[in-house]
């Protein structure tokens, strides 16, 4: 049995450790790939999975910051933990607040619970399958659920303030019309799972641990999260680099747009 309110608690105590380096002048290091690493990222990592294990000693953890386990022993994994201990760091850098703590737990290749938390607003989102998605800000716990695009209105698109997503324009064109909304890190998952905007479609490239937790709160919150062929969008894969995906309240309405159509048309890498 999984104990949310344990893992909440973790998830918020992670963010502490978070803020206490962010109140400090810290450093800033580069990993092998270019990105940035700070100590936030790594104590969050130590309270995340020392939490984990202890708690769930029987359920491997896969985290951005451990190390790197090979697809010969993923492979034989029927669930595990998926966790990045900061998601932004570049925005963790740039002091914008914009960064997350992402904790999901995947079964066989689909997430079905995940914990999205925001230290800066203290606010936390939790999506369960098969139960809903909630955010708590507060101590108020708000029940959240995917919007149908409004008629004749622009559809809100998701996009990321640092990362770039190349072709997506030739997705959007399928759109009357958009209005583009950034969010740094986890946050487009979110907004889209709170009804605060209606599309988020991304050709970029992103790594497992940064969509688990927000693919589990758009599901559970009744939305969908699928490749650009349509068909769900899996974990646990020999490369942990996630191919393109889309974001959106229903796969009727990925349809119904002729979104599904131009993008299912594009030659794109669908490793995911």
């Avoid at 290749?109 to 939790?126: D, E, K, R, W």
């Avoid at 740094?184 to 991304?202: I, M």
Wanted: one cysteine or more; hydrophobic letters at 35%.
């Amino acid at each position: 049995m999984i104990d949310l309110d344990f893992l909440e608690n973790l998830a918020r105590k992670a963010g502490e450790s978070i803020m206490q380096v962010y109140e400090t002048d810290f450093s800033v290091q580069q990993k092998e790939d270019k990105s940035p690493l700070t100590l936030a990222d790594l104590r969050s990592h130590e309270v995340i999975v020392s939490g984990l294990q202890s708690h769930y000693p029987d359920i491997p953890v896969l985290s951005e910051e451990g190390r790197a386990i090979p697809y010969s022993t993923r492979r034989k994994w029927a669930r595990f933990w998926c966790v990045d201990p900061l998601d932004g760091t570049k925005e963790f850098v740039k002091r914008d607040g914009e960064f997350t703590v992402n904790i999901a737990l995947i079964e066989g290749t689909t997430p079905v619970l995940g914990i999205i938390y925001i230290p800066v607003a203290q606010c936390l989102y939790m999506g369960k399958m098969g139960s809903g998605c909630w955010e708590t800000t507060k101590g108020e716990r708000r029940k959240l659920h995917v919007q149908r695009p409004r008629t004749n209105a622009p559809v809100r698109v998701l996009m990321s303030r640092h990362h770039p997503s190349p072709h997506l324009d030739e997705i959007l064109d399928a759109l009357p019309a958009y209005e583009p909304i950034k969010r740094g890190s986890a946050l487009k998952f979110c907004a889209l799972a709170k009804g605060e905007a209606d599309f988020y479609p991304r050709t970029g490239p992103t790594s497992e641990w940064d969509t688990a937790a927000g693919h589990a709160i758009v599901a559970a919150a009744g939305g969908v999260m699928v490749n650009l062929q349509g068909k769900p969008f899996t974990y646990n894969k020999e490369s942990l680099t996630n191919g393109p995906f889309l974001a959106a309240p229903s796969l009727e309405w990925l349809q119904e747009t002729g979104v599904l159509q131009r993008a299912s048309s594009m030659k794109l890498d669908e490793s995911s």
